[in-house]
Every structure is written in structure tokens, then in C-alpha cells.
């Protein structure tokens, strides 16, 4: 079961740009262990807070194997980034859809961590694509945002279907 409820595409918070951190608490660091619990329990790799109704600038990401490599970072900023590729995405505010998404294959991100120290983290691949998606859901930018505008369509169109019918 999982301590925090995970908002789905439609609540007006995952449209929200996130306000910045300027101390953490208590209460953020708590929030911290219940968004990787919540995110670990979903199961999924990367969770923001917009995603769990709190618009403050805070994300989880953990894509090991084994779970036990959690980031969390506060203030996220990409600040390089290189080469673009396409891989499937997808989102816990939009359980059971994957689409082809074009990110950069490398980046740079700079934070800071629970203990209030600025860090910078490189990442490829997989972490890099997890950085990108939940940065963005910080400030209120979507994956399907990424998608043409056709599809983008058809994929609400679904989402309307699921809603009415109780699915989602």
C-alpha cells in the first residue's frame, strides 16, 4: 500500500509550475521517505511532488534494480545537456500508457540534497530520461506534451473513455 496518493493527468496541480524550497524541514524530509515509498509501492522509478498534490520543487528517482539508489533531489535545474534519443516513457499520472518520447541522452543536473548541500549529478540512458520527466513535471510540462498534436488527441480522447467508464 502506498502513503501517498498519486495525482492522475487531469488534476489541476500537475499543471502548477513548482515553487522553489528555500528550507528544508522536517516536513520535507518526511515528505521525501513517502514519495520513494509511494513511488517504490506504484511500482515506478521517478515521482514528483505536483504528482502527490504538494507544488514545491521536489522530486524522487530511483532506477536500480534492486531499489536501493534513491535520489532526491530539491531545486532541480538541468544545466548541460547532449545528443537526443527516442525511448518509451511513461508516467504514474498516466497508469498503463507508454509513448515514444524524444529526450536528450545525457544530462547535467544540479541540486540541492536533504542535508541543504548543493550537488550535481551526470547521468545516460535511463537515469537521464528519469531526471528529464520528473524536472519537467516541476514545472508543470507533461510528457505528452512531447507528443504531436494528433496524437496528444487521441491519447485524451482514451483518457476521457477510461474516466467515464470508472477505469482511471
Not at 520527466?133 to 483518457?159: S, T
Request: hydrophobic content about 40%; some cysteine; glycine content about 6%.
Amino acid at each position: 500500500m502506498s502513503k501517498l496518493e498519486v495525482c492522475k493527468y487531469g488534476h489541476n496541480i500537475l499543471r502548477k509550475k513548482s515553487v522553489e524550497i528555500l528550507e528544508i524541514t522536517q516536513e520535507i524530509k518526511v515528505l521525501a521517505q513517502d514519495m520513494l515509498e509511494t513511488m517504490y509501492a506504484a511500482p515506478g522509478v521517478g515521482l514528483a511532488a505536483p504528482q502527490v498534490g504538494k507544488s514545491i520543487a521536489l522530486c524522487v528517482i530511483d532506477v536500480s534494480k534492486e531499489q536501493n539508489k534513491p535520489l532526491v533531489l530539491i531545486n532541480p535545474k538541468v544545466v548541460n545537456t547532449r545528443d537526443q534519443v527516442i525511448m518509451q516513457e511513461g508516467c504514474l499520472s498516466f497508469p498503463g500508457m507508454y509513448e515514444d518520447i524524444k529526450r536528450f541522452d545525457f544530462v547535467e543536473v544540479a541540486f540541492i540534497d536533504l542535508e541543504g548541500k548543493s550537488q550535481k549529478v551526470s547521468a545516460e540512458g535511463f537515469l537521464s530520461k528519469a531526471l528529464q520527466h520528473e524536472i519537467d513535471h516541476l514545472n508543470a510540462k507533461l510528457f505528452i506534451d512531447y507528443l504531436p498534436q494528433w496524437k496528444r488527441k487521441n491519447l485524451q480522447k482514451e483518457i476521457k473513455r477510461k474516466q467515464k467508464s470508472g477505469q482511471w
